[in-house]
């Protein structure tokens, strides 16, 4: 089993400012490494599918690299609706997610 | 835009078996996505159960396996799960999702989540 370690767990940050959240796999994984968000009382929604592509709708802010074992999110300008929790999630002979890193205003 | 629907109790008792049902609207169940289903505890992170596509083809989480059965439907357009022996460890909100195909080595499985239902909570407790 490939397991996913986010970290930090929580961040406390201002808006307008820059975070890049990490996530780190036990075992290389393939090119597709997704980053979830996921507000109080919904469902995740997607924002990053193969380490750096955005999904529909997503601003142009969050961006996503890394290969490997390493990926990170970036969102480049945190606004009021970014704060939430991030998964990251990957595929080997089935999906793990991370354990998420909540992102919490200062 | 596809949407979904999960249905089914919200109660269930220790040792019975767990039975949702997702209900898809907006466009064919029967194209090359896969229907997921996957869970959340209360204040804890996302667990993945399962999967189908229209075949009728399952992959599922082996620590759930022995006890999980997802059927489709694609008459009624709608994806079932079960989860048998069930106990308070079960307690989750489940969400019923589409997951884009992901292709490796010409063996397909799903891939990223890209439209989820709003997800049920189910609470086992006598």
């Known amino acids: 089993e490939i397991v996913l370690t986010q970290s930090p767990a929580t961040l406390s940050l201002s808006p307008g400012e820059r975070v890049t959240l990490s996530c780190r796999a036990s075992?290389?994984?393939?090119?597709?490494l997704a980053w979830y968000q996921q507000k109080p009382g919904q469902a995740p929604r997607l924002v990053i599918y193969d380490a750096s592509n955005r999904a529909a709708g997503i601003p142009a802010r969050f961006s996503g690299s890394g290969s490997g074992t390493d990926f990170t999110l970036t969102i480049s300008s945190l606004e009021p609706e970014d704060f939430a929790v991030y998964y990251c999630q990957q595929r080997s002979n089935w999906i793990t997610f991370g354990q998420g890193t909540r992102l919490e205003i200062k | 835009q596809v949407q979904l629907q999960e249905s089914g109790p919200g109660l269930v008792k220790p040792s019975g078996t767990l039975s949702l049902t997702c209900a898809v609207s907006g466009g064919s169940i029967s194209i090359s996505y896969w229907w997921s289903w996957v869970r959340q505890p209360p204040g804890k992170g996302l667990e993945w159960i399962g999967e189908?596509?229209?075949?009728?083809?399952?992959n599922y989480n082996p620590s759930l396996r022995n006890r999980v059965t997802i059927l489709v439907d694609t008459s009624k357009k709608q994806f079932s799960l079960k989860l048998k022996s069930v106990t308070a460890a079960d307690t989750a909100v489940y969400y019923c999702?589409?997951?884009?195909?992901?292709?490796?080595?010409?063996?397909?499985?799903?891939?990223?989540?890209?439209?989820w239902g709003q997800g049920t909570l189910v609470t086992v407790s006598s």
């Open positions: 999702a589409r997951a884009r195909p992901y292709c490796r080595n010409a063996v397909c499985s799903g891939g990223p989540i890209d439209f």
């Open positions: 075992q290389r994984v393939s090119s597709f």
């Open positions: 189908i596509y229209h075949s009728g083809t399952t």
